[in-house]
């Protein structure tokens, strides 16, 4: 399946904000959305003198924003609100929910990647177990109780280590707990909206796939 595979900062450049794509690196540089705030392209300079943007430009921009920080292609994306369309509560909060459910996500936010690029690989490569089984599916879901660790024999990796030794710059979230020194982690519970730290109005994103 085809991935964006270039600039990350050109993202963030196009969406008009950081979406953390370089994990930590993005809090210890000055991101290029700062140096250049405007969009990527020769035209990019000119955009910010259009008129304001219609609700339609908005909810595309941001069903780009929050897909692209989860680095899922168009059709995952769909795929996984399709999903939650049919689970019962409020549809924005069961797509962020899925998102963040994700295997790869929940190595990232554990800290045994510093970037979901990097977590992707992780699991690609079968270094992640899920209750002491190893999945190498990036997009497999995690359910509330499950433990994710990295396979004993990958928890020397330079890249996990480097990783574990960055965690403590993130915000870590309330709905898992985390043994760095055994590189296992838990889900705690279901994530609730507000344990979520993505600025995102996901609201914006049903109204654009429910034309």
């Known amino acids: 399946m085809a991935r964006y595979t270039g600039p990350a900062c050109k993202l963030c450049r196009r969406e008009g904000t950081k979406l953390f794509l370089k994990g930590t690196r993005c809090l210890t540089e ?5 140096r250049r705030p405007y969009a990527p392209g020769q035209h990019g300079q000119s955009s910010g003198r259009r008129r ?4 339609y430009q908005r909810q595309l921009r941001e069903k780009q924003k929050v897909k692209r ?12 609100f399709n999903r939650v369309l049919k689970e019962p509560g409020v549809t924005g909060e069961a ?8 295997l790869d996500n929940l190595v990232y ?18 270094h ?24 004993d024999a990958s928890r020397e990796f330079v890249l996990v280590k480097h990783a574990l030794e960055q965690f403590g710059r993130q915000q870590p979230v309330s709905w898992i707990q985390v043994d760095t020194d055994k ?14 730290p993505i600025a995102a109005q996901e609201q914006l994103i049903v109204e654009l796939y429910s034309k």
């Not at 000055?30 to 700062?34: L, T």
């Not at 920080?69 to 769909?78: A, D, H, K």
């Not at 936010?109 to 079968?126: D, K, P, T, Y």
């Open 30 to 34: 000055k991101c290029a959305v700062e």
């Open 52 to 55: 304001k943007a219609s609700d």
């Open 69 to 80: 920080i989860y680095g899922l292609s168009e059709r995952q994306f769909r795929n996984i």
């Open 95 to 102: 797509l962020l929910v899925a998102l963040e459910s994700r």
């Open 109 to 126: 936010r554990m800290g045994f990647a510093v970037s979901r690029r990097q977590a992707r690989q992780l699991v690609r490569h079968r």
């Open 128 to 151: 992640v177990q899920v209750n002491g089984r190893t999945v190498d599916v990036p997009s497999y879901r995690v359910g509330p109780g499950a433990e994710v660790k990295i396979a």
């Open 183 to 196: 590189a296992l982690g838990r889900m705690t519970q279901r994530p609730t909206r507000d344990a979520i």
